[in-house]
């Protein structure tokens, strides 16, 4: 059930007028682990829970990055020795395309990869939550990157430019978030996982039409190597 | 023989010889040459075909395995995966190795790499199935040999590609084999092979580099190129035997064609073809030996006498070209040429005098048909002058007994010809024979005029033959006069008319012209 931004608003004012009643919660992503449909919001909302991954602001993403290349080179024993990167990238493509068959669009850049949801398993306007087919697709996705362990996975989420500034950064940050969530679920760590929202900043295609702003709601993956220098 | 014109012959019948000769080595060698390409093609496009089944036989059965190890519910690395694997390797000669992975770590496998695992840096081919696989290089070298590796999952084959080509037929040559347009394999390992892309498929001959380059393409499931040189000495060395067949061949065509043209150079070298050669050059001439009347000593005439002299200048004799002539049917052509030459020298003479004629000496042959007579008629109008001019002589031999003959003489006569019997006596004609034909002089042979004042038997002859023509209303000519005596002789028997070299000598036309002129009154 979708939720309507004015019926919010006049919510959330009704209810911040109306002391009596707790604090109205923000709208959260449901932490909804089984691909069941999802569920309207309760009366009742409890509170966000605590972010997966770490949540960086756009301008310190490079920054925050490579400090946690660092830290997981160190940390991580299967971090991979330099003259061995190559053959850990090619065979990791091959894997890649192996098990995710076209679902999520793959491509690789020098020693990165880059991968998108594809608009078909996008995001509702003005919802975090993740689609079925896009689970099925993230669920391939974790697989490899269960056995691919050195490898860090940012994501970064994108909204179109409907609703104000502020809130579609907090909602792009949000489906980052989820991407995160399902991962960290079915078994990626934490620590290799960093998030970035846009908000409405990089668009991909024009919001004027419909179906620009459904290629504008996504979320894209970058994938890169833990190396050992 | 006339110098030039046997050299000539021979000249030309030498450079025939070498001519065909060439002609029939090099067609020889070109066929010699197409043999081999084509055995050469049939060789290396059956290799290639070989090589190519097996090579991708080898490529897919190694997929199929890696999918059913990944596929495999055994517990991984341990021992009924290993010897899931180990049964897979041992049985595959070709298979140096297989392995276990996860990511970039190998954690169990059987074969020959186990100290040390192979990570090439840069994979060569990586496709959407998900398979991934490193050409032979020296990333994929173990011991000094170039593996071929292949991965698909959690596992990976290595593979020694060496075991793909065969040793045995390559004898001299050099091959080697691509996939997908990387070099997988080549005997010798390091041989310098030009890549397939830059080379012709089939067989080509490279002059540069003195060797002979095969290509062939297998394009089934995998495209497959096997691409293979041989010096070309050992190229020719090869097919020396059927160059060696062929060139003996080649030999005995060159003789038979050799005495072929010797024969027909020693045909054309004979007398025959140069007495056409000779007609047709116009080398037949004409003298003329003057008729004079025995009473007043005044030239009435001449008796035209083919004679034949050759560019170099050489004379043949009439006795020897005439009977060839006969005996070749060139004797028609032969007595058109003395009558072209008599109206050619003295067309102008027989026009300023009538009473000037000329005889032409007939053969057989132009009493056959209408032909001759027919162009006789041509010519002397062509020549506007009257048929007065020509006497015809007609050898008694020649007189045939046919309708023809008779016809003919007598057309002759009817257009205003003289016809004479030549060498009367001679021949076994008697007076009622003679009388058949119509015929107005009649000539005595010679051996009779020489036998006057010998009392041999022949000079009695002679007086009757005198008397046979007298009877038939003939006039008599007496050929080969030589003495005053014989012309004494003659005149008492009442002949009129005689030539001889008491006379004069047969004449070129420049000099009867002048005699004619002198003795005309």
């Not at chain 1, 996008?122 to 993230?138: H, K, M, N, V, Y």
């Not at chain 1, 950064?169 to 290799?192: C, I, M, N, P, W």
């Not at chain 2, 080898?58 to 199929?64: A, G, I, K, S, V």
């Not at chain 2, 061949?249 to 054309?268: D, G, H, K, M």
Request: charged letters at 20%.
């Amino acid at each position: 059930m979708r939720i309507q931004w004015p019926v919010l608003i006049l919510l959330t004012v009704a209810l911040t007028a109306c002391k009596t009643l707790p604090d109205p919660a923000p709208v959260a992503p449901e932490p909804a682990p089984q691909p069941s449909a999802p569920t309207a919001p309760p009366p009742s909302a409890p509170p966000a829970p605590a972010p997966v991954a770490t949540v960086l602001a756009a301008t310190q993403y490079e920054a925050g990055k490579q400090q946690r290349l660092a830290t997981l080179a160190r940390s991580q024993p299967e971090a991979i020795a330099a003259d061995q990167a190559g053959y850990y990238l090619d065979v990791q493509q091959a894997r890649l395309q192996e098990k995710l068959a076209g679902r999520l669009g793959l491509s690789r850049e020098g020693e990165r990869f880059v991968l998108r949801l594809p608009s078909q398993l996008g995001f509702a306007t003005g919802s975090a939550q993740l689609r079925d087919e896009a689970r099925s697709a993230l669920s391939a996705l974790a697989e490899v990157l269960r056995e691919f362990r050195p490898t860090l996975i940012s994501i970064f989420g994108h909204t179109d430019d409907t609703g104000p500034a502020e809130l579609n950064q907090r909602l792009s940050e949000q489906r980052a978030q989820a991407v995160a969530k399902f991962l960290s679920d079915t078994g990626v760590a934490r620590e290799r996982l960093l998030v970035v929202g846009y908000g409405a900043s990089q668009p991909v295609a024009d919001n004027a039409t419909p179906e620009g702003r459904d290629q504008n709601r996504r979320v894209e993956l970058l994938l890169e190597p833990v190396v050992r220098r | 023989m006339g110098m030039r014109r046997k050299d000539k012959i021979l000249a030309a019948a030498a450079l025939v010889t070498l001519g065909g000769v060439a002609a029939l080595l090099a067609a020889a060698s070109w066929m010699l040459w197409r043999e081999s390409i084509a055995a050469e093609q049939a060789y290396v496009g059956g290799l290639a075909s070989r090589l190519g089944k097996r090579t991708e036989a080898m490529l897919l059965d190694t997929r199929d395995l890696l999918a059913q190890f990944n596929a495999s519910t055994e517990p991984r690395c341990s021992p009924a995966h290993l010897k899931l694997m180990q049964a897979a390797a041992v049985s595959r000669p070709h298979i140096r190795a297989i392995g276990h992975w996860r990511a970039a770590e190998r954690l169990c496998g059987v074969g020959f790499l186990q100290a040390g695992e192979l990570k090439p840096a840069k994979a060569d081919r990586i496709y959407e199935s998900g398979l991934i696989a490193w050409w032979p290089s020296a990333q994929t070298e173990v011991g000094g040999v170039q593996l071929f590796l292949m991965r698909l999952g959690e596992h990976d084959v290595a593979i020694d590609p060496r075991q793909l080509l065969d040793l045995g037929p390559m004898q001299r040559r050099q091959a080697g084999l691509w996939v997908e347009g990387l070099r997988l394999a080549a005997v010798p390992w390091e041989a310098d092979l030009p890549a397939p892309e830059s080379v012709v498929a089939g067989v080509t001959l490279d002059q540069a580099g003195e060797r002979v380059i095969s290509r062939f393409t297998r394009n089934a499931v995998i495209p497959i190129d096997v691409v293979a040189i041989e010096p070309i000495g050992s190229f020719w060395a090869r097919h020396l035997r059927s160059l060696s067949v062929g060139a003996a061949f080649a030999l005995a065509a060159v003789l038979a064609w050799t005495s072929l043209i010797w024969r027909y150079s020693r045909r054309q070298l004979s007398l025959s073809a140069q007495l056409r050669a000779a007609l047709a050059a116009g080398e037949i001439q004409a003298q003329y030996q003057p008729v004079v009347e025995l009473g007043s000593g005044a030239c009435v005439g001449a008796e035209a006498l083919a004679r034949w002299v050759r560019e170099d200048g050489e004379r043949v004799s009439p006795d020897v070209f005439i009977p060839v002539a006969e005996q070749h049917g060139l004797a028609h052509e032969v007595t058109l040429a003395v009558l072209r030459a008599i109206l050619r020298d003295l067309g102008e003479l027989l026009s300023a005098r009538p009473g000037i004629s000329i005889n032409l000496n007939l053969s057989h042959e132009d009493l056959r048909d209408e032909r001759f007579a027919q162009r006789l008629a041509d010519a002397l109008r062509e020549a506007r002058l009257p048929c007065g001019a020509i006497k015809l002589e007609i050898t008694e031999r020649a007189l045939v007994n046919s309708d023809t003959s008779r016809r003919l003489i007598r057309e002759f006569r009817a257009r205003g010809h003289q016809v004479a019997v030549d060498d009367f006596g001679t021949g076994y004609s008697s007076l009622s024979y003679l009388a058949t034909f119509e015929l107005d002089v009649l000539k005595i042979d010679k051996s009779f005029v020489d036998a006057i004042g010998t009392g041999a038997a022949t000079s009695q002859v002679a007086v009757h033959v005198i008397e046979m023509a007298k009877s038939l209303g003939l006039d008599c000519v007496a050929e080969g006069v030589q003495t005053a005596e014989q012309v004494e002789w003659l005149r008492q028997q009442g002949v009129r008319y005689g030539q001889g070299y008491l006379f004069s000598r047969p004449l070129p036309a420049a000099d009867f012209i002048r005699l004619v002129e002198a003795t005309a009154g």
